[in-house]
């Protein structure tokens, strides 16, 4: 139920309930409209008719909220930790790292508040009134309750009104409703407990006026209008952190705790029991944290999720915010809108039946291609008259236009109409000669009173002929025969009953479409020509068809463990059907709005969790839905396109919106923008958000196995009261250059063939599996052991400690290039063409860290810069054994997990 303002008297009442007079009444509003006077006072009152900004945060705040993030604050330890260390130049380049980022963030979403700004700028800038007797035009923002406004075709409709008089009046309400077809307007009342589509009485602020004129009393401006309080729910709902986010979260605070409990532990144990002198051990505690904290980690996070987001734009999917590309790989339920998402938003005849046949048509959409067909076996309409006159018929009684832009078809006027156009050069009709050769006299336009639209038109002999379409029952009530081989026989009503309940069970909206020759030449059409007469040409079932490529997105979406539920305020019947030929649901069940009304939330979580299918939703109905699947555990993407989305879009995992008809309200609310406003699209991004997630899974087992080989030696060293095998600065060159050097490498990894067949990843399992876990391990002991070993070869070959930790530098890079090899596939075996050459980044990073170690181990500016010495050939070739041993046994440890049947 919409907020309403309060009446003069202090009553609420429900405006779509009370009579046309009561609303006068009651807002003390007569027919010469309000005073100016009286105008003032209610400004004053209910304030202009527009909506409140938010309270924006600054610049500055908005860009220091950028580093209020796990992620950064690992960057900030180690550039605080190497800043203590000396290591100026170092220092400055993390912070460098984060800096950059924070401006990234900064760009990219510090614009959030433009879904608020994007709905203001709905309202109308003008609006027509009576006031004191007199036609005035004013700002809409002037606007008070009591205002009598004055509605034609091609308005936007000011502020909420309750309609007073209505002539062929249709409203398009997509933006607020989701429903394609423009609403028919009425002043007669309904029941209290109405969806927002079914007031037929009202006209809805932001809306637009497609077809004829209205008059209206203003209800409700500024906040208390519908449009007002979808305002209000965005600025009120909370958005949720992505998956990863929250799972490194976890992860850092994990890792910090080790880091310090290491550091202290090998500060005491150092200075009480090894006897080193405190600058010595606390510099080794420093070196330590260094070497364990993986500082590179949040950098090749965010070049892997900037990969994501340039590989998403190319398959039409625009990201906004850089984690949304991760979260797409948990998505576990995707809340789809129907309108302009699952379907064309273009009307389309998809059946016609006559008296002596039942045909389907093809094609889709607004284009005039496509043929009839009868049980599969296409007909040629040439040789139908009857379905040629009945295509006849419905393209004359008719006022839209159909246009050739380019290679698009678009149609001016109401999009039912223009499908009965659209059907008719199907049938080789040509509007234009038909017009020349029918041309109309007069017209009855469409009212809901009557419910059909009729015209008047003369043949070139002077003959007078009727056609009329319009509702079914209405249509047959005026017919005594139907058409049949071109002949008129006697009406079966029971037939044509059967066949409008049977069209209507599949979604379709019937139109009935008739004609009657009348007996003398006339010039004007009555309503008393319309009472009986008339012969049935036949039905057409008209439909907004689901897009093909949707069909197949959903059925991959399946496949991929991932529940698509359509909610959309559409009638249940069509959302049914349209559900049923996309494969969504069981065929069995649809909720409706108002029956989620009367849900507690622990029954709407149930109900969320069983159906797929939701019919004539509002934004409230959205919103709890998705809020229900979350509580249920699902990460959620909601898609759609409208101002009814946007809440929804804010509070779900992950906001979908379309690029080309959606506003710019969804596009703000949302993470991410499918600029061709195809489902399809979807299923690409999932694709892409599970290959960025394997791949920073794939580059936390690379880079941690050498941090912890690092932290390792570090810490052996000590305990044997040994010389330090890495310096801090050698350290460093490790983690900042080889290592992001080559995990940069792992982010271009494309999808693995499984990628699409498994479900997806528990967003509540921790970022590294036991399987993870068991890999870094398993492969830091490997690096230890081997830096070790060869450390202690070099010194009891009486080599100088400067050689041996050159030896170990360069170990634990060979031991890292072998084992970015090896991570290219966590369980599938690398020993292939495609697993050692698939990736040409892997392969140019590898050469391209030999040179760099060749410079640092020969050049003598590096030597004097990190302690190195040059290297003999025996030494190298013990370090490229200890490398292919690591990549050997890694190898042999990937079979045995196969063959136990392990998977990542």
Same mark, same amino acid.
């Given at each position: 139920?919409?907020?309403?303002?309060?009446?003069?008297?202090?009553?609420?009442?429900?405006?779509?309930?009370?009579?046309?007079?009561?609303?006068?009444?009651?807002?003390?509003?007569?027919?010469?409209?309000?005073?100016?006077?009286?105008?003032?006072?209610?400004?004053?009152?209910?304030?202009?008719?527009?909506?409140?900004?938010?309270?924006?945060?600054?610049?500055?705040?908005?860009?220091?909220?950028?580093?209020?993030?796990?992620?950064?604050?690992?960057?900030?330890?180690?550039?605080?930790?190497?800043?203590?260390?000396?290591?100026?130049?170092?220092?400055?380049?993390?912070?460098?790292?984060?800096?950059?980022?924070?401006?990234?963030?900064?760009?990219?979403?510090?614009?959030?508040?433009?879904?608020?700004?994007?709905?203001?700028?709905?309202?109308?800038?003008?609006?027509?009134?009576?006031?004191?007797?007199?036609?005035?035009?004013?700002?809409?923002?002037?606007?008070?309750?009591?205002?009598?406004?004055?509605?034609?075709?091609?308005?936007?409709?000011?502020?909420?009104?309750?309609?007073?008089?209505?002539?062929?009046?249709?409203?398009?309400?997509?933006?607020?409703?989701?429903?394609?077809?423009?609403?028919?307007?009425?002043?007669?009342?309904?029941?209290?407990?109405?969806?927002?589509?079914?007031?037929?009485?009202?006209?809805?602020?932001?809306?637009?006026?497609?077809?004829?004129?209205?008059?209206?009393?203003?209800?409700?401006?500024?906040?208390?209008?519908?449009?007002?309080?979808?305002?209000?729910?965005?600025?009120?709902?909370?958005?949720?952190?992505?998956?990863?986010?929250?799972?490194?979260?976890?992860?850092?605070?994990?890792?910090?705790?080790?880091?310090?409990?290491?550091?202290?532990?090998?500060?005491?144990?150092?200075?009480?029991?090894?006897?080193?002198?405190?600058?010595?051990?606390?510099?080794?505690?420093?070196?330590?944290?260094?070497?364990?904290?993986?500082?590179?980690?949040?950098?090749?996070?965010?070049?892997?999720?900037?990969?994501?987001?340039?590989?998403?734009?190319?398959?039409?999917?625009?990201?906004?915010?850089?984690?949304?590309?991760?979260?797409?790989?948990?998505?576990?339920?995707?809340?789809?809108?129907?309108?302009?998402?699952?379907?064309?938003?273009?009307?389309?005849?998809?059946?016609?039946?006559?008296?002596?046949?039942?045909?389907?048509?093809?094609?889709?959409?607004?284009?005039?291609?496509?043929?009839?067909?009868?049980?599969?076996?296409?007909?040629?309409?040439?040789?139908?008259?009857?379905?040629?006159?009945?295509?006849?018929?419905?393209?004359?009684?008719?006022?839209?236009?159909?246009?050739?832009?380019?290679?698009?078809?678009?149609?001016?006027?109401?999009?039912?109409?223009?499908?009965?156009?659209?059907?008719?050069?199907?049938?080789?009709?040509?509007?234009?000669?038909?017009?020349?050769?029918?041309?109309?006299?007069?017209?009855?336009?469409?009212?809901?009173?009557?419910?059909?639209?009729?015209?008047?038109?003369?043949?070139?002999?002077?003959?007078?002929?009727?056609?009329?379409?319009?509702?079914?029952?209405?249509?047959?009530?005026?017919?005594?025969?139907?058409?049949?081989?071109?002949?008129?026989?006697?009406?079966?009503?029971?037939?044509?009953?059967?066949?409008?309940?049977?069209?209507?069970?599949?979604?379709?909206?019937?139109?009935?479409?008739?004609?009657?020759?009348?007996?003398?030449?006339?010039?004007?059409?009555?309503?008393?020509?319309?009472?009986?007469?008339?012969?049935?040409?036949?039905?057409?079932?008209?439909?907004?068809?689901?897009?093909?490529?949707?069909?197949?997105?959903?059925?991959?979406?399946?496949?991929?463990?991932?529940?698509?539920?359509?909610?959309?305020?559409?009638?249940?019947?069509?959302?049914?059907?349209?559900?049923?030929?996309?494969?969504?649901?069981?065929?069995?069940?649809?909720?409706?709005?108002?029956?989620?009304?009367?849900?507690?939330?622990?029954?709407?979580?149930?109900?969320?969790?069983?159906?797929?299918?939701?019919?004539?939703?509002?934004?409230?109905?959205?919103?709890?839905?998705?809020?229900?699947?979350?509580?249920?555990?699902?990460?959620?993407?909601?898609?759609?396109?409208?101002?009814?989305?946007?809440?929804?879009?804010?509070?779900?995992?992950?906001?979908?919106?379309?690029?080309?008809?959606?506003?710019?309200?969804?596009?703000?609310?949302?993470?991410?923008?499918?600029?061709?406003?195809?489902?399809?699209?979807?299923?690409?991004?999932?694709?892409?958000?599970?290959?960025?997630?394997?791949?920073?899974?794939?580059?936390?087992?690379?880079?941690?196995?050498?941090?912890?080989?690092?932290?390792?030696?570090?810490?052996?060293?000590?305990?044997?009261?040994?010389?330090?095998? $890495? /310096?801090? %600065?050698? @350290?460093?060159?490790?983690?900042?250059?080889?290592?992001?050097? #080559? !995990?940069?490498?792992? &982010?271009? =990894?494309?999808?693995?063939?499984?990628?699409?067949?498994?479900?997806?990843?528990?967003?509540?399992?921790?970022?590294?599996?036991?399987?993870?876990?068991?890999?870094?391990?398993? $492969? /830091?002991? %490997?690096? @230890?052991?081997?830096?070790?070993?060869?450390?202690?070869?070099? #010194? !009891?070959?009486?080599? &100088?400690? =400067?050689?041996?930790?050159?030896?170990?530098?360069?170990?634990?890079?060979?031991?890292?290039?072998?084992?970015?090899?090896?991570?290219?596939?966590?369980?599938?075996?690398?020993?292939?063409?495609?697993?050692?050459?698939?990736?040409?980044?892997?392969?140019?990073?590898?050469?391209?860290?030999?040179?760099?170690?060749?410079?640092?181990?020969?050049?003598?500016?590096?030597?004097?810069?990190?302690?190195?010495?040059?290297?003999?050939?025996?030494?190298?070739?013990?370090?490229?054994?200890?490398?292919?041993?690591?990549?050997?046994?890694?190898?042999?440890?990937?079979?045995?997990?196969?063959?136990?049947?392990?998977?990542?």
């Amino acid at each position: 139920m919409p907020h309403q303002h309060s009446s003069e008297d202090g009553g609420t009442p429900v405006w779509h309930t009370c009579p046309p007079q009561q609303v006068l009444d009651v807002l003390n509003t007569g027919s010469d409209g309000l005073t100016q006077t009286e105008a003032l006072r209610r400004l004053e009152r209910y304030g202009a008719n527009r909506l409140k900004p938010p309270q924006a945060k600054s610049a500055m705040m908005r860009f220091l909220l950028q580093f209020h993030n796990v992620l950064i604050y690992i960057l900030l330890v180690a550039s605080v930790l190497t800043a203590v260390l000396g290591h100026w130049v170092d220092s400055g380049v993390i912070l460098g790292v984060v800096v950059i980022n924070a401006i990234i963030g900064f760009v990219q979403e510090g614009k959030a508040e433009k879904a608020l700004n994007a709905i203001r700028r709905m309202l109308s800038l003008a609006a027509i009134v009576i006031r004191a007797g007199q036609r005035e035009q004013i700002p809409a923002e002037q606007l008070v309750p009591g205002d009598i406004v004055l509605l034609q075709s091609g308005d936007k409709v000011p502020a909420d009104l309750r309609l007073l008089h209505c002539k062929n009046l249709r409203i398009e309400e997509a933006a607020l409703t989701g429903e394609s077809q423009a609403v028919e307007k009425s002043i007669s009342e309904v029941e209290a407990v109405t969806a927002i589509g079914d007031r037929f009485c009202m006209a809805y602020s932001g809306t637009l006026v497609v077809y004829g004129q209205g008059t209206g009393i203003v209800v409700a401006t500024g906040q208390q209008t519908e449009i007002g309080r979808i305002s209000q729910m965005i600025a009120q709902v909370d958005k949720l952190t992505s998956p990863l986010l929250r799972q490194m979260a976890i992860f850092a605070r994990w890792l910090t705790l080790v880091v310090l409990l290491l550091a202290a532990g090998i500060f005491v144990y150092g200075l009480l029991w090894q006897d080193y002198p405190l600058s010595e051990i606390f510099m080794a505690a420093v070196s330590m944290a260094i070497a364990a904290v993986p500082e590179e980690l949040p950098a090749i996070m965010t070049i892997t999720l900037a990969l994501g987001v340039q590989n998403m734009a190319r398959r039409s999917a625009i990201v906004r915010r850089l984690p949304a590309v991760e979260t797409l790989g948990a998505v576990t339920v995707i809340c789809t809108d129907k309108t302009g998402t699952l379907t064309r938003n273009e009307m389309t005849v998809q059946r016609v039946v006559t008296a002596d046949d039942q045909l389907q048509v093809s094609g889709a959409g607004y284009v005039p291609k496509g043929s009839f067909s009868r049980d599969g076996a296409e007909i040629s309409s040439v040789d139908h008259a009857d379905l040629r006159e009945l295509c006849r018929a419905g393209l004359l009684c008719n006022d839209a236009l159909l246009r050739q832009s380019n290679d698009t078809w678009e149609i001016q006027g109401d999009p039912t109409e223009g499908a009965l156009i659209t059907l008719a050069m199907k049938a080789a009709l040509d509007p234009t000669q038909e017009h020349e050769q029918l041309p109309r006299i007069d017209v009855i336009p469409f009212e809901p009173e009557h419910r059909f639209m009729a015209t008047l038109h003369h043949d070139h002999t002077g003959h007078s002929l009727v056609y009329v379409k319009g509702a079914p029952e209405r249509v047959l009530v005026m017919c005594n025969h139907q058409c049949s081989q071109g002949e008129d026989r006697p009406l079966q009503s029971d037939f044509w009953q059967a066949r409008i309940r049977e069209a209507s069970e599949n979604g379709q909206r019937i139109l009935a479409i008739a004609s009657r020759v009348m007996p003398v030449k006339q010039h004007t059409l009555a309503m008393s020509d319309m009472e009986t007469g008339f012969t049935l040409l036949g039905l057409v079932g008209i439909i907004d068809p689901p897009r093909e490529e949707a069909i197949t997105a959903v059925q991959q979406c399946h496949a991929a463990g991932i529940r698509v539920k359509m909610i959309t305020g559409d009638h249940r019947i069509t959302a049914a059907a349209i559900g049923a030929s996309l494969g969504i649901g069981d065929g069995q069940r649809t909720v409706t709005g108002i029956e989620l009304d009367d849900m507690d939330d622990a029954q709407l979580r149930r109900t969320a969790a069983d159906v797929d299918i939701f019919a004539r939703a509002d934004p409230g109905h959205k919103l709890r839905l998705v809020n229900a699947l979350q509580n249920n555990g699902e990460i959620v993407a909601m898609t759609g396109d409208g101002v009814n989305d946007a809440p929804a879009l804010k509070r779900a995992d992950i906001g979908v919106a379309m690029g080309r008809k959606g506003t710019e309200v969804a596009k703000e609310a949302a993470e991410m923008v499918l600029t061709d406003d195809n489902f399809a699209s979807i299923a690409h991004a999932v694709e892409e958000g599970r290959t960025v997630y394997d791949n920073i899974r794939k580059t936390m087992v690379y880079v941690l196995p050498t941090n912890g080989g690092e932290a390792g030696l570090v810490l052996l060293a000590i305990m044997f009261g040994m010389a330090l095998p $890495v /310096t801090p %600065l050698q @350290i460093l060159w490790i983690n900042m250059v080889t290592t992001v050097t #080559l !995990a940069i490498s792992l &982010s271009f =990894e494309r999808p693995e063939m499984s990628v699409m067949s498994r479900p997806p990843h528990d967003p509540h399992a921790p970022v590294l599996s036991g399987f993870l876990v068991w890999r870094i391990v398993f $492969v /830091t002991l %490997l690096m @230890i052991g081997g830096s070790f070993a060869l450390y202690f070869w070099e #010194l !009891a070959q009486g080599s &100088s400690v =400067e050689l041996g930790r050159t030896v170990v530098v360069n170990v634990l890079v060979l031991c890292e290039i072998v084992y970015l090899f090896n991570c290219r596939y966590l369980i599938a075996s690398v020993c292939s063409r495609q697993g050692m050459l698939g990736n040409p980044y892997v392969v140019l990073a590898a050469g391209s860290l030999l040179i760099l170690q060749l410079l640092l181990t020969y050049l003598p500016v590096m030597q004097q810069l990190f302690g190195t010495v040059a290297l003999d050939a025996a030494a190298w070739g013990r370090i490229a054994a200890v490398s292919l041993i690591l990549f050997v046994v890694i190898e042999f440890e990937k079979y045995w997990l196969r063959r136990r049947g392990i998977k990542d």
